[in-house]
């Protein structure tokens, strides 16, 4: 029992952060039906940001948080404007294609600056607790809880405010919404700016609780978010996080039970299985194809 | 436009013929060497120390003013490619080297799952390779029949006898009796070195109680290390390299696994102090050399690349230069400049005597015989702890 619960700990973790970056691929997807594969490497240099501003700066965590969500967003509005908007009537392989362009490009940049894996000072004071056998450490809490409190607030914004109508709203339909006077350019770049700023913060975090970073944590960390959106039901809010946490669950469970070396398999198996059951995702609707 | 067509076509032409001319392994005066290193990548720390211990090894033949073979000095010329972590990218490194740069010899790659592809090109090709680190049987072992390559050489000793010095360590010092094992089932070093622990482990009276493992790149063990601790053992085994080892030796502590924790030459990089900062603290690991317990030879080596480099050389750095002294002592006893001739004095050399320990290869086999040592981490430095003889 304490086996499970200490277990179960560890998929909280994992599948908050999961979650915190699958919600960048879903928004994306919502509004331009274009999967941006170079979410993962924006959470990886949202840990670099996060490492250089705790370098440079030697602020405490929150302040070191907001300048690395700040930072990714400005990135990935400016991914949008230089790479992606010049496509947007072009075929969706060719977004594609860019978006693995513009992760590649990323990932050599921070290449160029970092060849080693760094070390990230560590932020937050740790402190452990055993309760009734189960071990808790401070910073278990404090990401979960985090990530928790930014999923409320996105989806405060998008179901509550203006700017979240619309974004709906550009999500519906991008040549009616414009001529009722929704500024769907402004839209766009508010949907990635928020979108990327989660991954950065996900990518602060996850430095903090995994504290050693290299140019390519993103690629592994950005297909599994990118599944744990699509097995949601892509596009759907509410579906990317219970995606990372059903992913997260699955592989911590995995290998809790079976053999370690079996957990990729059987994770990646039970969400095939899961898609040929509810091909648009748990919370996905089919959208039928006007012709 | 057809002109410039015809005119590239016969500088093409011209090249290949060149290129072609220069006989296998050298030009007039020089004495061409290929390295493969992992410049870039998931290790770069090896890659970096392989690259200095080998312009190291180079330069000092050079300013000398070359290698002495039969009578006539030759400068080296040194060709370094990166292999940016990736095997496919090793094993064309190898072959651009063989056949564009018409390489005498090549030394690297360095770890395992890099050099074992390197070295089926320098085999097929009938190229002597030195891997300096590289420590998984296969390297040297042909992959369909067993038996031993006849091209490929390395300075470094193997798992099967790694492992089998760690798990005598747990048993004879540390007094242990239940171990756990976390390795990269990705990795052809880190699987192979687990696996020989465990045998000899269990040969020898103890208990595996948990043999678990990720795949390269992961960061998040909490699965495991929970696991790991549920089963309650004297010591956890991490045959895994430097820049993942930290992770997981922090995640352990923060789980509340407060046993020792034992480790492979793979530890054996400065940059493991760097992302471990104290955590890392009293543990042990096998490794190739001692810096603080040196031999004359190691000595001088070692005061060479702190002069040179500002920084302690590591395992990486001192059997590159190894595996270059071995081939100065085999192009010396060859004779000539001509890759089967250093092939054929290479597994004759008598007793090598590197910064590594004295050497020697096994009768028609590319490992050497030679003795491992433990360290331990005290104060943020390695520390000698005991001798492991073959």
Not at chain 1, 52 to 69: E, V
Not at chain 2, 208 to 218: H, I, R
Request: aromatic share 10%.
């Amino acid at each position: 029992m304490i086996y499970i619960l200490q277990q179960s700990l560890n998929a909280l973790q994992l599948g908050s952060i999961y979650a915190l970056i699958a919600l960048g691929y879903t928004m994306v997807y919502g509004i331009l039906t274009m999967i941006n594969f170079a979410h993962g490497d924006l959470f990886m240099v949202g840990a670099f940001f996060g490492f250089m501003a705790a370098l440079a700066f030697k602020l405490p965590f929150i302040p070191t948080l907001l300048i690395s969500m700040i930072g990714v967003g400005l990135l990935g509005v400016a991914i949008e404007r230089v790479a992606y908007k010049p496509l947007r009537q072009a075929p969706r392989v060719s977004a594609i294609i860019t978006a693995l362009g513009v992760g590649i490009f990323l990932e050599n940049l921070t290449l160029v600056f970092y060849p080693y894996p760094q070390s990230v000072p560590q932020l937050l004071q740790n402190i452990t607790w055993t309760i009734g056998g189960v071990t808790v450490s401070s910073l278990q809490i404090i990401i979960i809880l985090m990530s928790l409190g930014l999923m409320v607030l996105l989806d405060f914004i998008v179901r509550r405010t203006m700017v979240g109508m619309a974004m709906r709203a550009v999500s519906w339909d991008k040549t009616i919404v414009p001529l009722m006077g929704v500024p769907v350019n402004l839209v766009i770049s508010i949907t990635f700016a928020i979108g990327t700023s989660l991954g950065g913060a996900a990518g602060v975090m996850y430095s903090q609780a995994f504290p050693v970073i290299d140019p390519y944590m993103g690629i592994m960390i950005g297909w599994k978010a990118f599944i744990s959106a699509v097995v949601g039901g892509i596009g759907n809010i509410r579906g990317a996080m219970i995606g990372g946490f059903i992913l997260g669950g699955v592989e911590i469970m995995v290998a809790a039970f079976l053999p370690s070396t079996y957990r990729d398999f059987v994770a990646f198996t039970l969400l095939l299985v899961l898609l040929i059951f509810r091909p648009y995702g748990i919370l996905g609707q089919p959208r039928p194809q006007k012709v | 436009m057809k002109k410039g067509l015809l005119f590239v076509s016969f500088l093409i032409i011209l090249s290949l013929v060149l290129s072609g001319c220069g006989g296998a392994g050298g030009g007039a005066d020089t004495i061409r060497v290929g390295l493969v290193a992992e410049l870039t990548g998931d290790i770069p720390a090896v890659g970096a120390s392989c690259k200095n211990a080998a312009e190291m090894a180079v330069a000092e033949i050079n300013d000398a003013g070359g290698l002495d073979i039969g009578g006539k000095k030759y400068k080296v010329e040194l060709f370094i490619e990166d292999n940016a972590g990736k095997a496919d990218q090793s094993a064309s490194a190898a072959q651009k080297l063989i056949t564009q740069q018409n390489v005498v010899a090549i030394i690297g790659p360095n770890a395992s799952r890099y050099a074992i592809p390197a070295s089926e090109i320098a085999e097929s090709s009938k190229v002597v390779l030195i891997s300096p680190w590289s420590t998984n049987p296969k390297t040297t072992l042909d992959a369909k029949t067993d038996a031993s390559k006849k091209y490929v050489f390395r300075a470094a000793f193997i798992d099967p006898f790694q492992g089998r010095v760690i798990a005598r360590f747990a048993l004879d010092n540390l007094k242990a009796t239940r171990a756990a094992v976390l390795y990269d089932v990705a990795s052809d070093y880190n699987k192979g070195i687990a696996e020989f622990f465990k045998a000899t482990f269990e040969g020898s009276g103890g208990t595996v109680v948990a043999f678990e493992t990720y795949t390269t790149g992961d960061k998040d063990f909490t699965a495991q290390l929970t696991k790991i601790k549920d089963t309650n053992p004297d010591v956890v085994f991490l045959p895994n390299y430097y820049s993942e080892v930290p992770l997981q030796i922090q995640q352990a502590k923060r789980l509340g696994i407060t046993v020792p924790f034992l480790g492979s030459d793979s530890w054996g990089s400065a940059e493991l102090i760097t992302l471990c900062g104290t955590d890392c603290e009293s543990y042990y690991f096998s490794t190739h050399y001692a810096a603080d317990n040196a031999t004359p030879v190691a000595k001088g080596f070692i005061d060479a690349y702190t002069a040179k480099y500002g920084n302690t050389p590591d395992d990486v750095a001192a059997l590159t230069y190894d595996s270059f002294g071995l081939l100065w002592q085999a192009l010396k006893a060859a004779g000539k400049i001509d890759r089967q001739a250093v092939r054929d004095a290479l597994a004759k050399i008598p007793n090598f005597e590197g910064v590594t320990g004295t050497m020697q290869f096994a009768e028609g086999s590319g490992d050497p015989i030679k003795s491992a040592v433990i360290l331990q981490i005290v104060n943020g430095k390695f520390v000698f702890f005991a001798n492991a003889n073959p």
